[in-house]
């Protein structure tokens, strides 16, 4: 690892720049100075940036290429990559110039970050996952491409109506996307339907009614210091021909237009439902789709070098993100095998040494299944080699009944990832153990090698030097330079600062700075005034009823009376935020964020709540919303029923930020308490196997809500429409099923919740104490930064060796 900002990166100064992006703004934008919008300032710095982005980008391109890389291609439905501009500028080096140049022309810098659209492309940690991996395997130096879909609409826009969630189509591509480079001679055809007949040996010939082709879009991007740059190729459907002309010649210009509207209804939006996919044809296709796309490209690469089908997985390792792109296995053997003529069991062999499997999600309503109808519809040759990898299965384990790909009618993508996969992996340590024992336990005994830990991390560029701007000045300071940004190990020398009482002063300013950065944007953006002295207590991740954010809104009330019933109780004053959005599908998640709204009215109207307790909830979070969340959170909620969570990705965000958790054992909150000390984190509730227990031995939850009255209160406050001006139905399916079912254990865990947020209010009153707790949290924090997660597949599920 290396010292100091020179590198690939060209080095360029605030007056070099400025003249850069005039000359982008008249001749790649077009406009005028005088006429120019905020808007076509920003292109224009952006063109002038991706212009230095592009040499560093061929450079480390012709590196693999001359020391003949294994290249790792990660294939994800979802890349939630949020802004580029000034994460591009950072890793760059670049800000200060940056500055200089935007002030040059007259322009606000903010004002002109600001203005850049989120790219939204996923719908949460699975997707955001896949955003700091690729900034990580670009600054570690892993020769790789990032496959995907160009959503023409990303996550849908959230906004509340009365409280009640309502959503609006994204449009990030309304504007030009800057960034990428069109690739219009790369494009391939992918098929759909049709007939399968009979080839010669194991080859069949596929003759799809329906052909789309997916063209290229490749966005750079570059790691630290421009060390090495990789791509994101994004996949667009277009028709194979605009129009059919005999229909159009006739008149009927509808359906002329047809096949175009196929094709392009392919790439047109991003499934919105993180954990419960539905079983539409659409969503096959577009998994079908991109995957198809991807693997003809990797194969076209591969032979572009002079190299043979078959040498595979010595030049190539394919990252599966979630079972999405998992068709990747039929496919692969159909190329090699119709294509390139090998045969049924070498080609399967190359496909499973090549391919690897990461799994997101224990909850067998998440992994995916398909019809086989629909697939045998939609893509009968695949049904075929499906039922082929199967059969062998079963014969090579010679366990003929107890795993089946194919079963009951139905294709388990899961089980299919897992057979067609070299290796397999769980995302945190606990995850792993239970993907062992639960659901791939089979598997595993059959393949007990399969199956290997990659706990997740967090690109520390975006996530610390990109958003809190005065820890990044702290930091570099204290560590002598910016290096810690990409060797974030480093940060453990802040360890021994914990103990000095002019340090944490120092580090309890800069959170003071970012809260009241925070409330100004608060009361700007959203209408809210808090007080930016209290503690920011924030949850904030999709809405899910494992996530418990419910369970987040009844303490919150139960905090609520009792202020009211003893004004004099001593409290740590808290503003309570939250941000998240429901697929619009999913009727439980919205009643709750109903609910958590009604409650944030009743609380805020209260004058006695005043300087007490306060709830925020902004709409439309995002990734952009993170960046101002995150840095000025004191606490934060990480509260999933144990088992569930199978990583999380935003506690490790929030602890290196110098935020105390409170959280289960679940996921990597497990690690984040053996990094940060059991001292330094407030743990509550039952642990995966209690979870499991309370489950088996017939849980009640009524006998939870009648044994602490402060949560029976609660409770009968909502039915008796305490919090929504008498409406006492309006949340009763809330209730019943809290009363009732309670799958995921809220009233269990609700006492040992509530009892451990008074002991967080304790630890509060002691700042010293508090802020030593929080320097130690991100001291902590070095092996949760992504760079480590990507090291690890590199040398455990790739075999690469990294460049950097
Ligand atoms: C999943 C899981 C998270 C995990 C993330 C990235 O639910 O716990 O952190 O993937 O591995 N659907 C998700 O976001």
């Known amino acids: 690892m290396h010292d100091g900002a020179t590198d690939t990166a060209k080095q360029i100064d605030g007056e070099?720049?400025?003249?850069?992006?005039?000359?982008?703004?008249?001749?790649?934008?077009?406009?005028?100075?005088?006429?120019?919008?905020?808007?076509?300032?920003?292109?224009?710095?952006?063109?002038?940036?991706?212009?230095?982005?592009?040499?560093?980008?061929?450079?480390?391109?012709?590196?693999?290429?001359?020391?003949?890389?294994?290249?790792?291609?990660?294939?994800?439905?979802?890349?939630?990559?949020?802004?580029?501009?000034?994460?591009?500028?950072?890793?760059?080096?670049?800000?200060?110039?940056?500055?200089?140049?935007?002030?040059?022309?007259g322009v606000d810098y903010a004002a002109l970050v600001d203005d850049e659209p989120d790219a939204a492309l996923g719908n949460g940690g699975l997707g955001r996952l896949a955003a700091c991996f690729l900034d990580s395997m670009s600054t570690v130096g892993v020769a790789a491409h990032g496959y995907g879909i160009r959503y023409e609409h990303g996550l849908f826009r959230q906004r509340f109506d009365q409280g009640w969630q309502g959503e609006e189509p994204e449009d990030w591509l309304r504007q030009r996307h800057a960034w990428e480079f069109e690739r219009s001679e790369v494009a391939y055809p992918i098929g759909f339907g049709g007939e399968v007949s009979p080839g010669e040996g194991d080859g069949a010939l596929w003759t799809p009614s329906d052909t789309v082709l997916a063209a290229a879009y490749d966005t750079p991007i570059p790691g630290w210091r421009g060390r090495w740059?990789?791509?994101?190729?994004?996949?667009?459907?277009?028709?194979?021909?605009?129009?059919?002309?005999?229909?159009?010649?006739?008149?009927?210009?509808?359906?002329?237009?047809?096949?175009?509207?196929?094709?392009?209804?392919?790439?047109?939006?991003?499934?919105?439902?993180?954990?419960?996919?539905?079983?539409?044809?659409?969503?096959?296709?577009?998994?079908?789709?991109?995957?198809?796309?991807?693997?003809?490209?990797?194969?076209?690469?591969?032979?572009?070098m002079g190299l043979e089908p078959r040498s595979l997985a010595a030049h190539a390792a394919i990252q599966l993100n979630d079972t999405h792109p998992a068709i990747a296995g039929p496919e692969l053997v159909r190329l090699l095998v119709d294509d390139h003529g090998l045969d049924f069991d070498e080609a399967f062999d190359v496909a499973s040494a090549t391919l690897n499997y990461t799994n997101h999600t224990l909850m067998p309503e998440a992994l995916e299944r398909w019809s086989t109808d629909l697939m045998g519809h939609a893509l009968p040759r695949h049904m075929q080699i499906i039922e082929r990898i199967d059969t062998r299965h079963a014969r090579e384990t010679k366990r003929p009944d107890s795993v089946r790909i194919v079963d009951n009618g139905e294709v388990r993508m899961g089980d299919l990832a897992f057979i067609s996969a070299h290796r397999v992996n769980?995302?945190?340590?606990?995850?792993?153990?239970?993907?062992?024992?639960?659901?791939?336990?089979?598997?595993h005994a059959l393949h007990p090698e399969k199956i290997v830990n990659q706990t997740n991390g967090v690109t520390p560029r975006r996530w610390l030097y990109g958003c809190n701007a005065g820890m990044r000045r702290l930091l570099t300071e204290t560590l002598g330079s910016e290096e810690w940004a990409a060797d974030l190990d480093r940060i453990a020398a802040l360890a021994p600062l914990a103990e000095d009482a002019a340090f944490r002063e120092r580090f309890q300013a800069?959170?003071?700075?970012?809260?009241?950065?925070?409330?100004?944007?608060?009361?700007?953006?959203?209408?809210?005034?808090?007080?930016?002295?209290?503690?920011?207590?924030?949850?904030?991740?999709?809405?899910?009823?494992?996530?418990?954010?419910?369970?987040?809104?009844?303490?919150?009330?139960?905090?609520?009376?009792?202020?009211?019933?003893?004004p004099s109780a001593e409290f740590a004053p808290r503003v309570k935020i939250f941000g998240g959005k429901a697929a619009p599908g999913y009727a439980m998640a919205k009643l709750i964020i109903k609910l958590i709204n009604d409650i944030a009215a009743t609380i805020n109207a209260d004058p006695a709540m005043k300087g007490r307790l306060a709830v925020a909830?902004?709409?439309?979070?995002?990734?952009?919303?993170?960046?101002?969340?995150?840095?000025?959170?004191?606490?934060?909620?990480?509260?999933?029923?144990?088992?569930?969570?199978?990583?999380?990705?935003?506690?490790?965000?929030?602890?290196?930020?110098?935020?105390?958790?409170?959280?289960?054992?679940?996921?990597?909150?497990?690690?984040?308490?053996?990094?940060?000390?059991?001292?330094?984190?407030?743990?509550?509730?039952?642990?995966?196997?209690?979870?499991?227990?309370?489950?088996?031995?017939?849980?009640?939850?009524?006998?939870?809500?009648?044994?602490?009255?402060r949560l029976a209160q609660v409770v009968e406050q909502i039915e008796a429409g305490f919090f929504s001006g008498g409406d006492g139905e309006r949340f009763r399916a809330v209730t019943e099923n809290l009363r009732g079912h309670d799958w995921f254990q809220v009233c269990a865990d609700f006492t040992s919740y509530y009892d451990r947020q008074r002991v967080v209010d304790d630890a509060w009153a002691k700042p010293e104490e508090w802020t030593r707790k929080a320097v130690l949290n991100a001291a902590g924090m070095g092996v949760f930064s992504s760079d480590r997660t990507i090291r690890g597949y590199a040398a455990e599920v790739w075999g690469v060796t990294p460049a950097c």
Not at 236 to 254: K, T
Not at 677 to 704: C, D, K
């Open 16 to 105: 070099a720049l400025r003249v850069a992006m005039a000359h982008s703004l008249r001749y790649a934008i077009g406009k005028d100075p005088v006429t120019a919008t905020l808007s076509d300032w920003r292109l224009a710095l952006t063109r002038a940036v991706r212009d230095l982005v592009v040499d560093p980008w061929f450079a480390a391109t012709r590196r693999a290429y001359a020391e003949k890389r294994k290249r790792v291609y990660y294939l994800s439905m979802e890349f939630l990559i949020g802004r580029l501009l000034e994460d591009a500028i950072h890793n760059l080096g670049l800000e200060a110039a940056a500055r200089e140049a935007v002030a040059a022309h």
């Open 617 to 709: 909830y902004p709409a439309n979070y995002n990734v952009s919303m993170a960046e101002i969340l995150i840095p000025a959170a004191d606490l934060s909620e990480q509260i999933s029923t144990a088992g569930k969570e199978a990583s999380g990705t935003g506690n490790m965000k929030f602890a290196m930020n110098g935020a105390l958790t409170v959280g289960t054992l679940d996921g990597a909150n497990v690690e984040i308490r053996d990094a940060v000390g059991e001292e330094n984190i407030f743990i509550f509730g039952q642990t995966a196997a209690e979870v499991l227990a309370t489950r088996a031995n017939g849980y009640a939850p009524q006998s939870f809500i009648d044994a602490d009255p």
């Open 229 to 304: 740059t990789n791509t994101l190729r994004l996949w667009d459907a277009q028709p194979v021909r605009e129009f059919d002309l005999e229909p159009f010649n006739r008149g009927d210009y509808m359906a002329a237009a047809a096949p175009s509207v196929f094709a392009e209804t392919i790439s047109r939006v991003l499934y919105p439902d993180d954990t419960t996919p539905q079983g539409k044809e659409l969503r096959l296709k577009q998994e079908y789709f991109f995957t198809a796309a991807s693997l003809a490209d990797i194969l076209r690469r591969h032979r572009a």
């Open 510 to 566: 800069i959170k003071t700075d970012n809260k009241r950065a925070c409330a100004a944007w608060l009361e700007r953006e959203h209408g809210v005034s808090v007080d930016p002295t209290a503690m920011f207590d924030i949850q904030i991740k999709r809405i899910h009823e494992y996530k418990r954010q419910l369970m987040n809104a009844l303490e919150t009330a139960a905090l609520y009376n009792a202020i009211k019933a003893d």
């Open 426 to 443: 769980g995302v945190s340590a606990l995850h792993t153990d239970l993907m062992k024992q639960t659901v791939f336990a089979e598997l």
